[in-house]
């Protein structure tokens, strides 16, 4: 039951009156006009979710109250319903941005089918921005995020470039109380090495040469906020140290001052790097990687999140068309299996991009592996679940995996979908999942 509602334009009574009682009866809300006047002024105070329209009308054409609404409104998904001698008009409206035509007399369950499948994808294209809404993993991630916010620790953000450590950081601020104070991201990575100090720490005039006024530095600009020091690995040693007294003491010094000041605000740091192993090099200095890392959380790279992958797919698809002003195309089954065999060096940052390109480019119904792909450059990952040996029981488990996962993906992670789709119980694929390691469903 969609409960969305529907604005159905149509002068025959009788076929609107049995249109009207099977729509009501399939969940949706139902508003009837009966000539072009009535759909006017029902559309000047309604927004309905999809319109079903006659294209000829008593009073005048579907075609004419439609675009006048449109050109006000933006584009409704709409369906018109056509006498035969109509459908050049209707391929015309198609053109110009109406989702469908059925020519009379119509199947009414395929119709029936056809305004379902509208509202789920607007469903998709309205879900929450919440960027950890996507997928049980990600669920739990968000959840952990929420759990840290809860606490003025120190937060760790491990992960490969684009898998979301800022779009992590900026969650755990909004969840914390410290919400309504300054998030200051600084990239230490990109911070030039001669001004770096007095960009962190703040300046006193005259400091150094060309220091004219003070500083506040991006310490200071966190109030009693949350500073995330991106790629933190990067942070050349002498910063280290005075990173490590405000972590410690609360206390820091702009450069050149001899005023003490405090930091009431939050530390989270990321890196894409090895800390450990850059202590081990001694690029990094183990006291401040023991206070950094008090809680660490790490997100996983795209290629591991297999069942994640059809829904962040639908989500940045929907996204993408939403911007384009347009409705989301389907996703063609072989473009998921690609997106699942893809690699994803660049992880969700690419996959954004890829769509954001292929919704833009591509064909308006139907999204292919070729939109996605246009190079044909699905890098493939590197295998995981590599069967320690080469027994038959060990291929066959790890093609059972593969498919799982598969399935997941073209459901959306859902269970009941995927087992139907497998031919398994719910239990069995339950068990199955649990076996082989995927996701915490
Ligand atoms: N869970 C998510 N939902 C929606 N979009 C996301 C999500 N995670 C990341 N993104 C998007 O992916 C892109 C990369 O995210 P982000 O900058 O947070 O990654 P990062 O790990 O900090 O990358 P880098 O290490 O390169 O700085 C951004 O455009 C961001 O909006």
Redesign the pocket.
């Known amino acids: 039951m969609s409960g969305a509602l529907i604005l159905l334009v149509e002068d025959d009574a009788t076929l609107g009156a049995s249109l009207r009682q099977r729509l009501e009866l399939e969940g949706f809300g139902v508003s009837w006009a009966r000539s072009a006047a009535e759909a006017r002024t029902l559309l000047a105070s309604l927004q309905p979710a999809i319109i079903l329209s006659d294209i000829r009308l008593p009073d005048g054409d579907g075609e004419t109250v439609m675009r006048s609404h449109f050109d006000r409104n933006g584009l409704v998904p709409t369906i018109f319903m056509t006498a035969f001698g109509d459908i050049d008009q209707a391929v015309r409206l198609v053109r110009a941005g109406a989702l469908n035509y059925v020519t009379k007399p119509f199947d009414l369950d395929q119709l029936i089918e056809e305004l379902q499948n509208i509202t789920r994808r607007s469903l998709v294209k309205e879900a929450p921005a919440d960027?950890?809404e996507?997928s049980p993993a990600?669920r739990e991630i968000g959840q952990m995020l929420k759990r840290a916010a809860a606490t003025d620790m120190p937060v760790l953000l491990l992960?490969?470039?684009?898998?979301?450590?800022?779009?992590?950081a900026r969650y755990l601020h909004a969840s914390g109380s410290r919400s309504s104070a300054p998030f200051v991201p600084v990239?230490c990575g990109a911070l030039p090495a001669d001004l770096a100090d007095s960009m962190i720490f703040g300046h006193e005039r005259g400091s150094f040469t060309g220091a004219v006024g003070a500083h506040r530095g991006f310490i200071e600009e966190t109030e009693g906020g949350t500073l995330f020091l991106?790629?933190i690995g990067d942070l050349p040693l002498p910063l280290q140290v005075k990173l490590l007294r405000v972590l410690e003491s609360r206390e820091y010094r702009r450069l050149g001052g001899s005023d003490t000041r405090n930091f009431n605000g939050r530390i989270v740091c990321?890196t894409?790097r090895d800390l450990a192993a850059l202590v081990a090099e001694e690029k990094f200095r183990e006291d401040l990687w023991f206070r950094i890392n008090v809680i660490t959380l790490q997100?996983p790279p795209l290629r591991e999140r297999g069942s994640d992958i059809g829904g962040?797919l639908r989500?940045?698809v929907a996204s993408a068309a939403q911007k384009a002003g347009r409705l989301p195309p389907e996703i063609h089954a072989e473009a998921i299996d690609a997106a699942l065999a893809h690699g994803w060096p660049g992880?969700?940052?690419e996959m954004?991009n890829r769509v954001d390109r292929a919704v833009a480019l591509g064909n308006d119904t139907v999204l292919t592996a070729r939109d996605l792909f246009p190079d044909g450059s699905v890098a493939r990952s590197e295998p995981r679940a590599q069967p320690v040996d080469d027994t038959l029981s060990a291929a066959r488990e790890a093609a059972e995996r593969a498919q799982i996962v598969s399935a997941l993906a073209k459901t959306n992670g859902s269970l009941k979908d995927a087992a139907e789709l497998l031919g398994v119980s719910r239990t069995t694929l339950w068990d199955k999942m649990r076996r082989y390691g995927l996701g915490d469903q």
């Open positions: 960027p950890f996507n990600m992960g490969e470039t684009g898998t979301g450590k800022e779009v992590a990239n991106d790629e990321a894409n997100l962040l989500t940045f992880n969700i940052r954004i």
